[in-house]
C-alpha cells in the first residue's frame, strides 16, 4: 500500500539577498534562518519572529510592502525515511507553492513552479535512499518579479488595480483589492509529504455521478494509473465500490486508463438545504495487483452525493433566462460571494470555515460564489457544504483584469483548470463552474479593447478552452463562460434581460431605491457598503479621535470613493451624522436597507428573476467593505436581516402600477396558507385602518395581495406607515424618506436577565421605535447579539439574546442601544429599566 510522510516539521525561511536586499528589511532578518510553518507563508513565519508588525492594524500594510517584493528560502533536511523501505518508489509531493518556485534536492535541481493553483510531484527516489540526509531547497522569487517579467515579454494588458496580477497564476487578491489589502505572500501554502510506492499508483480518478430517470445513482468512474517499470508487466484490478455495489475492472500490462461503471438502485438523493436532506454515500476505489490481491497498492475514497444539476438558459418573451434546477426542481437562489476568509489565507483552517460556513447556512444561505480573484479553496471548504446542502458556484481564477493567452501562461491555466476539475468533482455541493469575473463585461465597457490593440484578453479562455475541459472532463455539471454574462457575444454582456447581471451601478451612483427600477434576470453581484463593528475597528485603528476620515479609517477603506458614496447613500434618507457613532450606526443600517430594497424586490418577481448573490459573506481582515461578517469574524447588522430576506417566506409591502400592494414569497416545498394583518398606524400607534388579507400561496411561488387604497393612502404621509403582519413576519411601508418622518424620541423600558448561558435584553417600547440595534461589542469585545435592527411599535417589546457579556461594561446599556428615531441616536430609557 501506498504510504505518506508528511514534510510540516524542520523547516526554516530566510531572506535571500541574491538578487536584491530591500531596503527595509530588519538587521535581525539578514543571514538569519527563522524557524517556518508548513503550511505557511513568508508573512505568517515573520509575525511570529516578531519581525513585522502586524499588516492588519492601523497603516502597517504599507511597511511590510517590501516582504512581497523580496525573495525567501525554504530549507529542510530529509532524513532516511523508514516508510520507504520495501517500496520502489518515493515521489516528493507539493499540494500548493506559492508561486514562483525553484526546488532542489540534494543539490539537485527537481523542477520549477509558477502556479500557486497547482500541485506539483518529483520522482526522489534515487535521492532519497542511503542513511544519509539531504538538504531540500525551495527557493521563492517575488511574484511581481515573475509578473513583471511577463509582462514586458507579451506586453501590458488593462486591468482594474494598478498592480500586475493578471501575468502570474496566483491568487489576484493578494494584490490588493477594493476591500483587501496588499500582501504579495510566498511560502509552501499546502501540504508537502514524500509518498512512498511500488508498482502502481491511483494517478488521477475523476468520478461522474448522477441520478438516471427511474432513481438509480450512476457513477462513472475515470481512472489513470502510473506503474513503475517493476508494474508494467503487471496486471491490476480497480475496485469501486459504493452503498454495498460494486464493479471491477482488469487493467491489462501496459494499460494505464480505465472507466468503471456502477449503477446504485433507489439512492437517496442529496439536496440543497431547505429543499431536502444531504444524503452522500462513501465511494471507494481501491488497486490492486491480481496476483496479490490481499495487498492492495493504492485506494480513493470521497463521499459522494447523487443528484442532477441543469441550468435553464432559454429564451422567452422577456430575453433569456438563468435558472439552477436542482434534481429537476427550479431554484431561486439564495447566495452570496465568497472571498478569501483571510489575506494570509493559511491561517483558514477547517475550524474556520465551518463557523463562516455554518453562520451563511444559519443566515438562510443555499448558494456560496467562489469568486475568481481568490483561490480554489482547500477540501475542507467543500465538504462543508456537501454536508451543509450549500451549493458552490465556482469561478476559474479570472478577475476584473484582462488576460493574455499566450505562453508562458496558457499552459499553466490549462493544467490548473483541468487539476482543480477533477479535483473538487466528487462534491455534490458544486453545481456549476464560471469562466471569469466582468472580463467579458469590462472589454465592452471598460475602454479595454483600444488600449489592447489586438492583443489577446482572455477571451479564448472563457469562450473556447474552459468550456471544452468542461465538457470532456466534468459533463455533469453546466458551465457559464462569465459573470456577468448574457449568453451571447451579440449582446451586451451585462444586459439584465439576459443571463446573469452585475448590479453595481446603484451603490456607485445612485440611490439604493433604484434597485426597484430593473428586474434581472439573476443578479449574480449587488451590494451595498458598512464599517465593520466597532470591536473590530478598535482593535485595528488606532486613530484618537476615531473619525470616518481620520488616517486609520481611511486606510481600512479600499474602495474609490468609498466614504464619499457611503455619505451619497446617506443623505436622501438621514440628516448628516454630527458623530462618528451616529455615522457608524446609520451606515451599518443603511447597508441593511439597501440590501433588503434589493432583495425583496427580486424575490418578488420569481421566476423571471430567478436569484441574487450578494457581494459579500465576509472579509479578510478589518475594513470597510460590502461584507455581512466582518474580518474579526463580527456579524453586522446586515448579515441578521439575511436571516429574514433569505427565510422560505417573505413577507414585503412594495408598489406595482401605482399602487401599494402585499407580496408574499414562498421558496418553501409546502404551500402557505395564512391571513395577513394589514394597518395603517400613526407614530403613536394607533390604528387609523385595518384589514384583513387571506392568502393561498403555492410551494416555490409568489403571489400579490390586493390592498385596499384607503388602507394604503395616507393622510399625513409624515406621521403615517403600513405595516402588514402574519405570524412572526412582518412588512412596513414608510411612504416618505426617514429624514422626512415626524418620528417621537424612542423610548422604552429595558430589562436585564441573567442567564446560565449569557444575558438577555428585554426592550419593551413606549413609542414607535425604527431599527432598533443593540451593538453587543461595545459591552465587550467578546459580545455578541442574536438579531440584528428590529422596529417594535408602542407596548410591544423584544428580547435580544447577548452572549460574552459579564458586568463590566466599557459603555452602559443606554449607550448600545439605537434606532432611527433622532437620526440614531442612543433611545432613552423609561424609570422601570434596569
Known amino acids: 500500500m501506498k504510504v505518506s510522510t508528511s514534510l ?44 513585522i508588525k502586524d499588516p492588519f492594524l492601523d497603516r502597517n500594510e504599507t511597511d511590510v510592502a517590501w516582504v512581497g517584493r523580496a ?42 513552479t509558477r502556479n500557486m493553483h497547482r500541485s506539483y510531484r518529483y520522482d526522489v527516489t534515487d535521492l532519497t535512499r542511503g542513511e544519509r540526509s539531504a538538504l531540500l531547497e525551495v527557493d521563492f522569487t517575488s511574484a511581481y518579479q515573475e509578473a513583471e517579467r511577463v509582462r514586458e515579454l507579451l506586453g501590458p494588458r488593462p486591468n482594474a488595480y494598478p498592480e500586475p496580477f493578471n501575468f502570474v497564476r496566483k491568487m489576484a487578491s493578494s494584490f490588493g483589492w477594493d476591500w483587501g489589502p496588499t500582501l504579495v505572500t510566498a511560502g509552501i501554502w499546502r501540504q508537502a509529504r514524500l509518498e512512498h510506492w511500488s508498482l502502481a499508483r491511483l494517478a488521477e480518478v475523476r468520478p461522474e455521478v448522477t441520478v438516471l430517470a427511474d432513481g438509480t445513482g450512476r457513477i462513472r468512474l475515470h481512472v489513470e494509473v502510473e506503474r513503475t517499470p517493476g508494474g508494467a508487466e503487471r496486471t491490476l484490478q480497480a475496485v469501486l465500490q459504493v452503498a454495498g455495489a460494486e464493479a471491477r475492472l482488469a487493467l491489462p500490462p501496459g494499460v494505464g486508463t480505465a472507466t468503471l461503471d456502477l449503477h446504485v438502485p433507489d439512492v437517496e438523493l442529496w439536496w440543497p438545504r431547505s429543499h431536502g436532506a444531504q444524503h452522500r454515500y462513501a465511494c471507494r ?27 435553464d438558459t432559454s429564451a422567452d418573451t422577456a430575453g433569456s433566462g438563468f435558472t439552477l434546477l436542482v434534481n429537476g426542481v427550479r431554484t431561486f437562489v439564495r447566495g452570496v460571494n465568497w472571498i478569501p476568509d483571510d489575506a494570509l489565507i493559511t491561517r483558514v483552517d477547517p475550524a474556520r470555515y465551518r463557523r463562516r460556513l455554518s453562520q451563511a447556512a444559519a443566515a438562510g444561505v443555499d448558494l456560496v460564489r467562489v469568486w475568481g480573484g481568490g483561490i480554489y479553496e482547500s477540501e475542507p471548504f467543500y465538504d462543508i457544504c456537501d454536508e451543509l446542502g450549500l451549493m458552490v458556484w465556482q469561478d476559474f481564477l479570472f478577475a476584473c483584469a484582462a488576460y493574455p493567452e499566450e505562453e508562458p501562461l496558457r499552459c499553466e ?45 482572455g477571451e479564448g479562455y472563457y469562450l473556447d478552452l474552459l468550456p471544452n475541459i468542461i465538457a470532456t472532463t466534468d459533463p455533469t455539471r453546466p458551465y457559464w463562460a462569465g459573470s456577468p454574462w448574457s449568453g451571447s457575444k451579440e449582446l451586451h454582456p451585462n444586459d439584465p434581460r439576459h443571463g446573469t447581471s452585475h448590479s453595481w451601478e446603484v451603490w456607485n451612483r445612485l440611490d439604493y431605491t433604484a434597485y426597484r427600477d430593473d428586474v434581472p434576470r439573476f443578479v449574480a453581484e449587488f451590494g451595498w457598503q458598512a464599517p465593520p463593528a466597532y470591536a473590530t475597528l ?41 458623530d462618528f457613532d451616529t455615522w457608524h450606526y446609520l451606515t451599518q443600517i443603511n447597508q441593511v436597507r ?18 441574487v448573490i450578494l457581494w459579500q459573506l465576509n472579509d479578510c481582515w478589518p475594513v470597510t467593505s460590502w461584507a455581512a461578517i466582518d474580518g474579526d469574524e463580527r456579524e453586522k447588522p446586515l448579515y441578521h436581516e439575511l436571516r429574514r430576506l433569505y427565510a422560505d417566506r417573505l413577507l414585503t409591502l412594495r408598489r406595482k402600477d401605482g399602487r401599494l400592494i402585499l407580496t408574499a414569497v414562498n421558496q418553501s416545498a409546502t404551500s402557505w396558507t395564512g391571513q395577513a394583518s394589514v394597518r395603517r398606524l400613526d407614530t403613536d400607534g394607533d390604528t387609523l385602518e385595518d384589514h384583513e388579507a387571506p392568502f393561498d400561496v403555492p410551494a416555490r411561488t409568489v403571489a400579490d395581495i390586493e390592498l385596499p387604497d384607503t388602507l394604503t393612502t395616507p393622510i399625513d404621509p409624515r406621521r403615517e406607515f403600513v405595516v402588514a403582519d402574519t405570524g412572526n413576519l412582518r412588512a412596513l411601508h414608510f411612504a416618505v424618506p426617514d429624514r422626512e418622518f415626524a418620528y417621537p424620541p424612542a423610548e422604552a423600558i429595558v430589562k436585564v436577565t441573567r442567564e446560565d448561558n449569557g444575558t438577555r435584553v428585554t426592550v419593551t417600547a413606549h413609542t414607535l421605535i425604527r431599527d432598533l440595534l443593540l451593538q453587543a461589542d461595545r459591552l465587550h469585545p467578546h459580545a455578541g447579539a442574536d ?23 466599557p459603555e452602559p446599556l443606554q449607550h448600545v442601544l439605537r434606532a432611527v428615531n433622532g437620526s440614531g441616536a442612543p433611545i432613552r430609557f423609561g424609570d422601570a429599566s434596569r
Not at 476539475?421 to 465592452?444: A, C, D, K, Q, Y
Not at 438579531?787 to 461594561?809: C, H, K, M, Q
Open 8 to 51: 510540516t516539521s524542520g523547516w526554516t525561511v530566510s531572506l535571500n539577498t541574491t538578487r536584491h536586499r530591500p531596503e527595509q528589511a530588519p538587521d535581525a532578518l539578514l543571514g538569519a534562518a527563522l524557524p517556518a510553518a508548513v503550511p505557511g507563508c513568508v508573512h505568517t513565519d515573520l509575525l511570529a519572529a516578531g519581525l
Open 71 to 112: 525573495d525567501w528560502s525554504y530549507r529542510t533536511r530529509l532524513d532516511h525515511a523508514p516508510d520507504a523501505t520495501g517500496h520502489e518508489r518515493t515521489d516528493l509531493v507539493f499540494d500548493g507553492l506559492d508561486t514562483v518556485a525553484e526546488i532542489r534536492l540534494g543539490g539537485e535541481k527537481l523542477g520549477s
Open 285 to 311: 476505489l481501491t488497486l490492486i495487483d491480481a496476483d496479490e490481491p490481499a495487498q492492495p497498492l493504492d485506494h480513493w475514497e470521497r463521499l459522494v452525493g447523487f443528484r442532477t444539476v441543469e441550468l
Open 413 to 457: 491555466v490549462e493544467a490548473e483548470a483541468r487539476e482543480n476539475v477533477i479535483r473538487l468533482m466528487p462534491h455534490p455541493s458544486l453545481v456549476m463552474w464560471n469562466g471569469n469575473n466582468e472580463n467579458l463585461w469590462g472589454f465592452r465597457d471598460w475602454d479595454w479593447e483600444p488600449q489592447l490593440a489586438g492583443a489577446s484578453w
Open 538 to 578: 478598535r482593535r485595528a485603528v488606532t486613530d484618537e479621535p476615531l473619525a470616518p476620515d481620520s488616517p486609520g479609517m481611511l486606510h481600512h477603506q479600499k474602495a474609490e470613493d468609498g466614504n464619499g458614496k457611503l455619505a451619497r447613500g446617506l443623505a436622501p434618507h438621514f440628516a448628516a451624522p454630527t
Open 594 to 611: 439597501a440590501i433588503a430594497t434589493g432583495v425583496e424586490h427580486w424575490r418578488a418577481h420569481w421566476p423571471h428573476c430567478a436569484g
Open 787 to 809: 438579531r440584528g435592527p428590529v422596529t417594535l411599535l408602542p407596548g410591544e417589546s423584544v428580547e435580544i439574546g447577548v452572549s460574552g457579556w459579564d458586568e463590566d461594561a
